[in-house]
């Protein structure tokens, strides 16, 4: 950087954010976060000023998980081109510390390096608030073995619960689009405050990952409604009603692992399954409303089950209406994938996308980009996928295209790196 | 829509919003937009509200050319794909009333269609503020004349000015990126509200219309500065410093084509460029900062021209160091493009885009859509990018992979519809 004063000002923030940051951690507060309200559910940003802080980095379990849901997401997948485990260390201590900048606003690196380099941060972020930016790392299964292989001397440390997903009915799985050694969940407010952050990272890692594939999504920013109103998913039906809220033993139950469950080093982490599930749009749009509700189960309007007449009464599968027909399907999407009557909990942060036209056959690429949280895959999402791709009356008009699950490690303390209790396991 | 309380809600918040825009327009002013002041430039959108209201559909110029350009662009170009003229003109008329609702914020269509058919609007904006939705419609010159073919007997209405753009050199232009019969330029605050534009527009076409390319382009949320900060490009510099500014006598010469100019259904109108310039960023982010800052020619933290302190401070090509060589390279980004000296303005109106991974390259593709809407392009952008094309020191940088140029007619009054003027000329 040239402008001593540009990085005072930015500095300037950052300072005051960072006191905020400090004495909210103290307290145990997320700042920019909902603590104690809905996960997965958009803030009121922009309306409260909320979406230009900070969320701290810091903490029992990594940011971005139970965070309120921000209002944009950035995911990148990559691939560990080096072979040397030395490198990877190497590059996930300086990935923690520039995680550490980003994440408090700050340009990456040192902003006193001589003009005959590069720069050390890539600049479009200058004046740009925090935009509460979570960066949140995951271990995919590739990174302990790939092929047979112990690339890293990591084969040991792999958790139980880090298994390759089996393959699903319906599955349409494109490998540009799945899989990863390691990943990066970028979330916050400002899509360009997410590509900057990225793109640094990448940068860092130049020569140790390359970039597999990557998902822009977007939440909703201005809802008319409360702040915890529930968004839509873009077949137009309220989505995440029945997810789990943050600050309940549901929730810590169903999303943390513990060194119980195995794996000393993934006690207070989870696991993250990712699935890019596209709508079939120009189906969807043909079918009538009648139809749509009953594939969902819901009414569109409020979100209500059907029969019911508010969004949160609960799913009463035995209700029948006076003919005796059962009012919501057997195998309508909310009576498939009900948590309750599985005894099954995730915590789900999907994002809706769009990518444009799919050039194969001319249609709109768009859907959802799910992402579920959770202690185990094979207890939780693996049997609610197998139920759903088995008989869930919206396998008509969706299409899972792309999927990966990665071990996503306990939070860090200040001087503690990405992957150091891994490596030091 | 099966909820009244719903459909009250929606109604409520856009009668309200629909007096304080009746209010505005008859004193000219644009509703959530800045009357007067910079032009392509962020507003303080989420710190002041304003990103939630409306934007006035209705005017002597269409709406989202000189309105302050808001965070978020969905772009897309269609072609005709019927033969008959009177079912583009009917999806023209479909088009323009529901671009009327959907500006206000509100659901396309009679939301009391029986739940036998599919609904009329596919519900995923339900519950979210307008967020100063524009839609402005262009038309291409294929619309006009096809592979020699009077295609809807438009070919004696086509402007002079609405030219087939040169091949220029250094162009990498796609097919599928490029071009187009019809476009529909959606711009606002909420990516979510510009996908159900754009959505339900493609669906009213169905049949007329086929969706030929779209593209998705950020600005900036959250500028931690004035409301009038240059936003930054990808390539970390502030971008858009010598744009236009609204209100100013300079912008009616430049934009406004007149009566006089040829086409007497085109006065009021303007013509629109857009190229998709890919950033290399892989090759920039290996670059000096001086190297950087010579070949822009403005210093990345200020933005102030090479030599000056201020980013406004004129550009002064004959300004030379101590020892007597320029400050700023003749062949800098800013030389060429000086928009001053060679006497040509062009209002520009560019969003940054990321889409993700190219698989070709294993590279980022990510860049600037820009935009640019002039009174005619044979006197404006051709000699400009004639210019920059033959000897612009960032074309190293960039690549120029997607072009269209489409005529944009003038605003409507209250029950006139989209190309009116010209089908009725």
Chains 1, 2 share one sequence.
């Not at 309200?37 to 409260?48: E, H, I, P, Q």
């Not at 990952?209 to 915890?228: D, I, N, P």
């Not at 789990?244 to 399954?273: I, K, Q």
């Amino acid at each position: 950087m040239t402008d001593p004063g540009s990085d005072e000002h930015r500095d300037g923030i950052s300072r005051r954010r960072l006191l905020a940051v400090a004495g909210a951690a103290a307290g145990g507060l997320v700042v920019g976060g909902l603590a104690g309200g809905a996960v997965g559910v958009a803030s009121a940003s922009g309306d409260d000023g909320s979406s230009t802080g900070t969320v701290a980095f810091h903490g029992e379990h990594q940011a971005g998980i139970a965070t309120a849901a921000q209002d944009r997401l950035l995911f990148a997948s990559y691939d560990v081109v080096t072979p040397r485990r030395a490198d990877l260390e190497k590059m996930l201590r300086e990935w923690t510390a520039a995680a550490e900048r980003l994440t408090a606003g700050q340009p990456v690196g040192d902003p006193a390096t001589s003009a005959a380099l590069p720069p050390t941060d890539t600049g479009e972020a200058e004046g740009l608030h925090p935009a509460r930016l979570t960066l949140t790392v995951g271990f995919g299964p590739t990174l302990f073995e790939l092929e047979g292989t112990d690339r890293f001397g990591l084969a040991a440390q792999r958790p139980d619960a880090l298994v390759d997903l089996p393959a699903f009915p319906g599955d349409a799985l494109e490998a540009d689009r799945s899989g990863g050694d390691l990943c990066i969940q970028a979330c916050g407010d400002d899509p360009q405050v997410l590509f900057h952050a990225v793109r640094n990272l990448t940068r860092i890692g130049r020569g140790v990952v390359r970039l597999r594939w990557s998902q822009e999504g977007f939440g909703r920013t201005s809802s008319t409604t409360a702040s915890q109103a529930t968004p839509r998913n873009l077949l137009g039906f309220k989505d995440g009603t029945d997810n789990l809220r943050a600050g309940t033993a549901e929730l810590d139950d169903s999303v943390w692992a513990t060194a119980d469950d195995g794996s000393a080093w993934m006690a207070g982490g989870s696991y993250m399954v990712t699935r890019r599930i596209r709508n079939l749009i120009e189906v969807w749009d043909r079918t009538s409303l009648a139809e749509q509700e009953r594939v969902i189960g819901r009414v569109r309007a409020t979100g209500a089950p059907l029969g019911s007449s508010s969004e949160r009464d609960p799913i009463d599968l035995a209700a029948k209406d006076a003919a005796g027909l059962p009012l919501i399907d057997p195998d309508a999407h909310v009576a498939v994938a009900n948590q309750d009557a599985l005894g099954i909990h995730i915590l789900r942060r999907g994002y809706n996308f769009t990518d444009g036209l799919d050039p194969r056959v001319g249609q709109l690429d768009a859907g959802l980009f799910f992402i579920a949280y959770q202690r185990d895959p094979r207890a939780q999402f693996i049997p609610m996928q197998q139920r759903l791709a088995a008989s869930d009356l919206l396998n008509e008009y969706i299409k899972h295209v792309g999927s990966a699950v990665f071990a996503v490690p306990p939070g860090l303390q200040p001087g503690q790196w990405w992957g150091q209790g891994l490596m030091e396991s």
